[in-house]
C-alpha cells in the first residue's frame, strides 16, 4: 500500500536526499523544506537501515497555510480527531508531544498548543500526558524515553515550508545508542587512522545500493567499519587493508559484532592487501570504502604542503580507480570517501574526482539535489570527506 511519509533530515541534509533517493528512487523523494523531504512510497521503512534521517513520519493531514495563528488552531482539531479514532474507548492515558519544524517560532507557542490539545482531548472523555520540548522538537533520545512510539503513545510533527503545513504521526526515530555502541563498544579501534562513523558508513552504503544480496568490497577497510555495516544488512563481505594489524582489527571487529547481533558472518574474505595492485578473488556488486585522508592535522598546513599531501591522495586514488575497473562488472555501484581540505579559499579537492570519465566510470547524478558533489564535514573540520558515487562502464 501506497504512504505518504515525511523524513526529517539530519544535520546534513544533502547527504541525507542522496541517501533516500538511493533508497527509495529519485521519483518517490518530494523535497519540502530545507530539513526535511515527503517519500511515497510502498517500501517498509525501517530507520535501522538510514543513517542521514532522524524521524520518519506518517502524513495524517495537510493545511494549506502557514500562518502559525491559522495553523495551530486547525491542527489541534485534526489531532484530537485522530486520537479519538485510533485509542477510542481505550481506557490508557497516552503518551503525547507535539514538535514543530519550520515555523521559528517561540516555545511557549509550542507550550500553549500542547496544554490545548491536552485540554480538548479531556473534554472528549481522553486522558493524555504531554511531553514538552525544551527547543521546537523533541530529539530521538526523548521520543523514546517518553515511550512515544508505543502502543498509547504519539508524537506529532507539524512540518511547513512557509507556503503549506503538514501534520505527521512519528513512526520511528533514529536510534543513536545503537550506533554508539558499534561505535565505541567494538574492541577494534583506531583514532589515528580517522574515525569513519557506523552512520556515515550506512548512508554510504546506501548510496551504493547494497543490499541483503550484495557482495561488498572494502579495498581500504581500515578497523573495518564499512564491513560491519554491511554484514548488519547481511550482504556478502570482502575486504583488504595494507596494513594487517587493520585487517586483525576488522576480524576482531567483525567477531564482535557477530556474537552482539547474533549474526553469521564469514570474514575469510579479508586479506592484507595493497589496494592499488591486488586482484581480489571473485567480482564485487558494490565498492564501498574510505580511501586514506592524509595526515591527521591540527591546522592547516602551508600551502605549498598542502599541495604535496592533496598530489599524494591523487596520485593513490587514480591509481586504486585503474586497478578497480577490470575487476568490476559493468553496472558495479561504488561510493568512496575521499578527502577535501577546508581553506580560507574554500574547499580542495582532489583533480582525479573530476576524471573519472577517462578510467571508465560514470559519476552519478542524483536528481533532488542541485550539486553533484556530495560533501561531509562538520564547520571546525579540516579535512572534509567527499562521496564519490561511480558506477562502471
Given at each position: 500500500m501506497m504512504r505518504s511519509l515525511i523524513c526529517i533530515l539530519g544535520r546534513q541534509p544533502a547527504i541525507s536526499v542522496a541517501e533516500l533517493e538511493s533508497v527509495f528512487g529519485p521519483e518517490a523523494i518530494v523535497p519540502f523544506n530545507d530539513?526535511?523531504?515527503i517519500?511515497?512510497?510502498e517500501k517498509k521503512v525501517s530507520l535501522q537501515?538510514?543513517?542521514g534521517t532522524i524521524k520518519i513520519a506518517e502524513i495524517i493531514g495537510t493545511i494549506q497555510n502557514s500562518s502559525w495563528p491559522r495553523v495551530s488552531s486547525n491542527i489541534s482539531n485534526k489531532i484530537v480527531n485522530y486520537s479519538s479514532n485510533r485509542w477510542k474507548d481505550n481506557g490508557h492515558k497516552l503518551s503525547m508531544a507535539i514538535s514543530v519544524y519550520g515555523f521559528n517560532i517561540p516555545n511557549d507557542q509550542i507550550r500553549r498548543l500542547s496544554f490545548n490539545t491536552k485540554k480538548f482531548l479531556k473534554e472528549k472523555g481522553q486522558s493524555a500526558h504531554m511531553?514538552?520540548?525544551?527547543?521546537e522538537a523533541l530529539n530521538s533520545a526523548q521520543v523514546i524515553h517518553n515511550k512515544l512510539l508505543g502502543e498509547f503513545g504519539a508524537e506529532f510533527l507539524i512540518v511547513t515550508d512557509s507556503i503549506k503545513t503538514i501534520l505527521a504521526k512519528t513512526l520511528s526515530v533514529q536510534d543513536i545508542d545503537r550506533y554508539s555502541k558499534r561505535d565505541y563498544e567494538r574492541p577494534g579501534r583506531d583514532i589515528k587512522v580517522g574515525m569513519l562513523p557506523p552512520k556515515l558508513a550506512q548512508i554510504m552504503l546506501n548510496l551504493a545500493g547494497v543490499t541483503s544480496e550484495t557482495k561488498v568490497l572494502d579495498p581500504f577497510c581500515g578497523t573495518g567499519v564499512v564491513l560491519m555495516e554491511a554484514a548488519l544488512k547481511h550482504a556478502s563481505i570482502m575486504g583488504s587493508d595494507a596494513r594487517q594489524e587493520m585487517v586483525s582489527a576488522t576480524k576482531d571487529n567483525l567477531k564482535w559484532l557477530s556474537n552482539e547481533y547474533h549474526l553469521e558472518i564469514n570474514s575469510r574474505g579479508?586479506?592484507?592487501a595493497d589496494a592499488t595492485s591486488n586482484k581480489w578473488i571473485g567480482k564485487p556488486d558494490s565498492v564501498v570504502t574510505e580511501m586514506y585522508l592524509g595526515?591527521?592535522?591540527t591546522k592547516l598546513p602551508e600551502e605549498e604542503q598542502l599541495k604535496e599531501i592533496v598530489g599524494q591522495c591523487n596520485n593513490l586514488l587514480r591509481k586504486?580507480?585503474?586497478?578497480?575497473?577490470p575487476q568490476l562488472r559493468p553496472g558495479a555501484r561504488c561510493c568512496i570517501a575521499i578527502p577535501a581540505w577546508n581553506t580560507p579559499k574554500g574547499l580542495v579537492r582532489l583533480p582525479v574526482a573530476d576524471q573519472v570519465?577517462?578510467?571508465?566510470?560514470?559519476k552519478h547524478k542524483f536528481e533532488n539535489l542541485k550539486s553533484e558533489r556530495i560533501v561531509y564535514r562538520r564547520p571546525d573540520q579540516l579535512v572534509a570527506r567527499e562521496l564519490l558515487v561511480l558506477t562502471a562502464k
Open positions: 530539513n526535511s523531504v517519500v511515497n512510497t537501515e538510514l543513517g511531553t514538552l520540548p525544551k527547543d579479508i586479506t592484507s595526515p591527521a592535522m586504486f580507480l585503474i586497478n578497480l575497473k570519465g577517462t578510467m571508465g566510470y560514470v
